[in-house]
């Protein structure tokens, strides 16, 4: 079992377990507040510009979304519960990593063909894994660990990818729309082709409104030929209306996991580790 489906919120705190990628918990019903939060998303009455906050605790987080979320496009008491969610969701991580400081993303964005399938990372020795939602529009895309070939494959379909975005942007920047059309289209036959898959077809949608834990990768072990299970490959969609998602990862070691590394260290030193 490398994914998890469940409609109980608990099952969240299994992505503790090794074996365990992903749990994507859906609710049976969600909130009313949603529909209100999606119109104003979609028609872009709701948007501020993408925010990544690095290192920060639960205050400061809370403190941003105080001044940052756009409160005039939607109703008090939606926004009030949106701040509630998503602070739900730092106590979430808090809790099940043992984490007090965050990298903490926010996007209100239309969804285009700059990303494709990839895993998300974490700094060094920081706890694997963290919490997604996205609260309105198209699903996110995922990949079963069995269905990839091997990490290398997966790895050189990235790194195609990414120097295929990077020549696109540039062609743009120089209003080369030629080159432009001639290399979103090599994007899209790679998109198509998923070559790194056993089977290109099978994959799969997290609705919109689940609340998704799933497996960071230590960013140690970022392009290296690590196995299948390490970390969630995911993609978001290329087309549709604007999104809004929220992501939020450790980027400390937990307190219960710097002792296990201390005393690992210990041993190997054969005596008392005397740093602290």
């Not at 939606?78 to 007090?100: F, N, P, W, Y």
Request: hydrophobic fraction near 40%; proline fraction near 5%.
């Amino acid at each position: 079992m490398s994914v998890i489906l469940t409609t109980d919120e608990r099952q969240l705190e299994q992505i503790r377990l090794a074996h365990v990628q992903a749990v994507i918990y859906e609710p049976s019903e969600l909130p009313k507040w949603f529909e209100e939060l999606a119109n104003a998303v979609e028609c872009g009455a709701f948007r501020f510009q993408r925010t990544i906050l690095n290192d920060v605790g639960y205050n400061q987080i809370e403190a941003w979304l105080e001044a940052s979320l756009p409160k005039n496009a939607v109703a008090a008491e939606v926004c009030d519960a949106l701040q509630r969610d998503i602070l739900s969701l730092v106590e979430l991580v808090c809790r099940s990593t043992g984490a007090s400081r965050f990298i903490f993303r926010a996007v209100t964005a239309s969804p285009n063909h700059h990303c494709g399938f990839h895993v998300d990372t974490v700094p060094p020795g920081a706890v694997p894994w963290g919490l997604l939602r996205v609260y309105n529009g198209a699903g996110t895309d995922y990949i079963e660990p069995s269905n990839v070939k091997t990490t290398q494959d997966f790895y050189r379909y990235l790194s195609r990818r990414e120097r295929l975005v990077r020549d696109w942007c540039n062609a743009k920047k120089n209003e080369d729309m030629i080159a432009c059309d001639s290399l979103m289209a090599r994007i899209a036959a790679l998109d198509k082709e998923r070559a790194f898959l056993k089977r290109p077809g099978d994959v799969f949608t997290v609705p919109s409104g689940c609340i998704v834990a799933f497996k960071h990768l230590d960013i140690r072990l970022h392009w290296s030929n690590h196995t299948n299970e390490l970390a969630w490959l995911h993609c978001s969609p290329m087309q549709g209306a604007p999104r809004f998602l929220v992501n939020i990862s450790p980027c400390t070691l937990a307190a219960k996991r710097r002792s296990d590394f201390q005393s690992a260290d210990m041993r190997a030193r054969g005596g008392l580790d005397r740093s602290i």
